[in-house]
C-alpha cells in the first residue's frame, strides 16, 4: 500500500521568504502528483499537479518531481500571509483517480 | 468552479446509533469519494465510485458503507457509530483520471 510522507511538519516563515516543502512516496509505478492546499475550516483546494519528472512553474509556485527517488516537492516565491495554511501532497495512479495523501505540513507566513 | 454540497455541516450522534452523511455535485461529474480527515493523517480514502449504482472499497472502509444511488448523489453510512468514528468527512468528485478533485465543505461527526 502507498505510503506517503511529508516534511517538515509544520514551517514559520517570514513574508517575502522562500518556502520549501517536502513529499516522498513508495510506490515507483506511481502516476500522477499533486498539492492541495488547505485554509483552516474550509475544504481542501487543488494548487497543482505534475506528471512527470521535471519542474513546472504556477506563478509564486513551484513543483519538482523526480520519480526515481521517490520525491516531489513544492516551492513558494515571496510567501504571503495569504500563504498560511495546511498542505497536503497527494499521490496517485490507476484509472479511478485514487489519491493518497500525506499527513500534510502546516505553514505560518508571520508578516 | 465545480460545486459539490456536504449535508449536515456538522452532526452529534450516540455511539451504536445510524449516520448518514450526504453529497451532491452538480458537474456532471462521474467519480466521486469519501474521505476523512483527523489530525495527523491527512485525508484518508473511505470509499468511491465511478458510476451510479456502484461503490468501491478504499483504504479504510470498516464500519462504513455507501450508496450512489444517482450520478449526483453519493452517501456514506455508519451503521453503528463509534467513538473512533469522530472526524471531518469530505466528499470530493472528478471528472476521472488524474483530474482534479473538487471538494465539499466537510461534515463534522462527533460521536459521543
Known amino acids: 500500500q502507498q505510503n506517503v510522507q511529508q516534511s517538515p511538519e509544520s514551517l514559520i516563515v517570514p513574508e517575502g521568504a522562500r518556502t520549501s516543502l517536502n513529499c516522498t512516496f513508495s510506490?515507483?509505478?506511481?502516476?500522477y502528483f499533486w498539492w492541495y492546499r488547505q485554509h483552516s475550516g474550509k475544504a481542501p483546494k487543488a494548487l497543482m499537479s505534475i506528471f512527470s519528472n521535471g519542474e513546472k512553474e504556477e506563478g509564486r509556485f513551484t513543483i519538482h518531481l523526480n520519480k526515481a527517488s521517490l520525491h516531489f516537492s513544492l516551492h513558494i516565491r515571496d510567501s504571503q500571509p495569504s500563504d498560511s495554511a495546511l498542505y497536503l501532497c497527494a499521490v496517485g495512479s490507476g484509472s479511478f483517480n485514487k489519491l493518497t495523501f500525506g499527513a500534510g505540513t502546516r505553514l505560518a507566513v508571520c508578516p | 468552479e465545480a460545486a459539490v454540497t456536504q449535508s449536515p455541516r456538522s452532526k452529534v450522534a450516540v455511539t451504536g446509533g445510524k449516520v448518514t452523511l450526504s453529497c451532491h455535485q452538480t458537474?456532471?461529474?462521474?467519480?466521486m469519494y469519501w474521505y476523512r480527515q483527523d489530525t495527523g493523517h491527512g485525508l484518508r480514502l473511505i470509499h468511491y465510485s465511478y458510476v451510479a449504482d456502484s461503490t468501491e472499497k478504499g483504504d479504510i472502509p470498516d464500519g462504513y458503507k455507501a450508496s450512489r444511488p444517482s450520478q449526483e448523489n453519493f452517501s456514506l453510512i455508519l451503521e453503528l457509530a463509534s467513538l473512533s468514528q469522530t472526524a471531518v468527512y469530505f466528499c470530493?468528485?472528478?471528472?476521472?483520471?488524474?483530474?482534479?478533485?473538487?471538494f465539499g465543505s466537510g461534515t463534522r461527526l462527533t460521536v459521543l
Open positions: 458537474n456532471n461529474h462521474d467519480y
Open positions: 470530493a468528485s472528478s471528472e476521472g483520471f488524474a483530474e482534479t478533485l473538487y
Open positions: 510506490d515507483s509505478a506511481s502516476q
